[in-house]
Each structure stands twice: as structure tokens, then as C-alpha cells.
């Protein structure tokens, strides 16, 4: 399929341009409020709605690596309560970036399985696209 893109090549890393090591899944979620204004006016059994705030979040998960400066910076982040400018996307120039607060960050050591994280990356201000690559 021309111009599909393989979640594979799809990478979040830090401000510094430190790619988050041993990264499997991420998640780029987006969502807007809405807005009710209905009113007396507007039909009365429908409700009217408008756009309010958006935001944005990444869900981001992986099997820790033993000395990652990705991973360490965003640690140190989440410890000292710093924001982070974190991107997702991929070598070709898609994707996106912005400031973000970490919000959960927990570590799984399972009898049976590799040491993994988690991590949530709430945006705070504006996600903005990157301008990509030309072809």
C-alpha cells in the first residue's frame, strides 16, 4: 500500500534527540472537549456543541535497558517534577513533539519475563506536527 508507515519505525525520544531505548508500543492519544451551547434557540431536542481545549497525551511502554539516557533523563524528569519536550515519529520526518509532564511511570519486574516500564507523557501546551522530510 503506498504511503502506509509501519508503527516498527515509529519511535518517541527525548528533547535532546535521545531515542527512548528498548521502546515496544506507544500511543499518541488527541482529544478535544466539547463545548455544550445549547439553548432555547437551538431546536430544543437536539443539543449544539462546539469545540473547546484540546490535549494530548503518549502511553508508551518497553523493556528497560541497563543504562538508556533516554530513559534516564525521563526518570529524572518524573522525579523532579521537570517538563520534557518528547517527540514520536519516525526517520522520514513524521510525527509530532511538544512539552510534556510525567504522570505515571511505573516498573514491572515479573517472575517470568523481562524488567519493563511504562510510561505517560501528558502534553502541556501545544502538540505540534513536525514539517518532515523532503522527498
Known amino acids: 500500500m ?33 463545548l455544550d451551547v445549547s439553548n ?3 431546536g430544543g431536542a437536539w443539543k449544539e456543541f462546539i469545540t473547546g481545549a484540546k490535549e494530548w497525551s503518549i502511553d508508551c511502554d518497553g523493556i528497560l ?13 518524573f522525579l523532579s517534577g521537570t517538563i520534557v519536550k518528547v517527540k514520536i515519529g519516525d526517520d522520514a520526518g513524521w510525527g509530532y513533539q511538544g512539552n510534556a ?10 517472575y517470568d519475563d523481562a524488567l519493563s516500564y511504562t510510561v505517560t507523557l501528558q502534553g502541556t501546551g501545544e502538540l505540534s506536527k513536525l514539517a518532515g522530510k523532503a522527498k
Do not use: Y
Request: glycine letters at 16%; proline letters at 3%; zero cysteines.
Open 2 to 34: 503506498a504511503g502506509a508507515k509501519r508503527g516498527l519505525n515509529v519511535l518517541v525520544s527525548t528533547g535532546e534527540g535521545q531515542v527512548l531505548g528498548g521502546q515496544r508500543g506507544a500511543t499518541l492519544n488527541r482529544g478535544s472537549e466539547t
Open 40 to 42: 432555547k434557540a437551538t
Open 65 to 77: 535497558i541497563d543504562g538508556d539516557s533516554a530513559f534516564t533523563a525521563l526518570e529524572t524528569a
Open 101 to 110: 509532564i510525567i504522570t505515571d511511570f511505573p516498573i514491572e519486574a515479573p
